[in-house]
């Protein structure tokens, strides 16, 4: 019986139905680019509210919706977000949502290249280890 399992398991008709197309690849990518640059975008209005001389939260509300690179960050990550839930209706959760582990890889490199932070050896070998658990998921 297990044998018959890891037999099916195995087949490639079976893997190859279950995989992801380039459309739907190609979409996924968009969706994690997306968020990556939205986080970025909300990254650098966040340091220019940091400034703001706005007090209390009436204040810090306002200066939150003033400031172009918040707004730019919240409709990047909105596209980000419409582009998963396409994803969604055509890719199985258990593909989807693991796949968006490449949005920490992504915040991870340009948090390093952009806002030079610095990555230790740990983290770039759990970086290493998201990206290649993702390839696992996604290529099955």
Same mark, same amino acid.
């Given at each position: 019986?297990? !044998? ?5 398991? !195995? ?8 995989? +992801?197309?380039?459309?739907? !690849?190609?979409?996924?990518? *968009?969706?994690? $680019?997306?968020? #990556? ?13 940091? /400034?703001?001389?706005? /007090? ?6 306002? #200066? ?7 707004? #730019?960050?919240? #409709? ?8 998963? $839930? ?7 959760? &258990? +593909?989807?949502?693991? &796949? ?5 890889? @992504?915040?991870?490199?340009?948090? *390093? ?6 990555? &230790?050896? &740990?983290? @770039? @070998?759990? !970086?290493? *280890?998201?990206?290649?658990?993702? $390839? ?5």
């Amino acid at each position: 019986m297990m !044998l018959a399992h890891l037999t099916s398991a !195995l087949d490639w008709r079976t893997r190859r139905r279950d995989a +992801v197309t380039p459309q739907q !690849l190609a979409l996924l990518c *968009f969706s994690v $680019i997306t968020a #990556a640059c939205g986080q970025l975008l909300l990254k650098l209005g966040a340091l220019k509210l940091g /400034t703001a001389e706005a /007090t209390g939260l009436p204040g810090r509300l306002w #200066a939150m919706v003033t400031i172009p690179e918040l707004i #730019a960050g919240f #409709a990047v990550y909105g596209t980000s977000a419409i582009a998963y $839930i396409f994803l969604l209706t055509r890719v199985k959760l &258990s +593909v989807a949502a693991p &796949s968006t582990a490449l949005i920490y890889v @992504l915040s991870v490199l340009i948090g *390093f290249f952009v806002f030079k932070e610095p990555v &230790s050896f &740990s983290q @770039l @070998l759990g !970086l290493a *280890f998201i990206a290649f658990g993702v $390839i696992l998921v996604v290529s099955r």
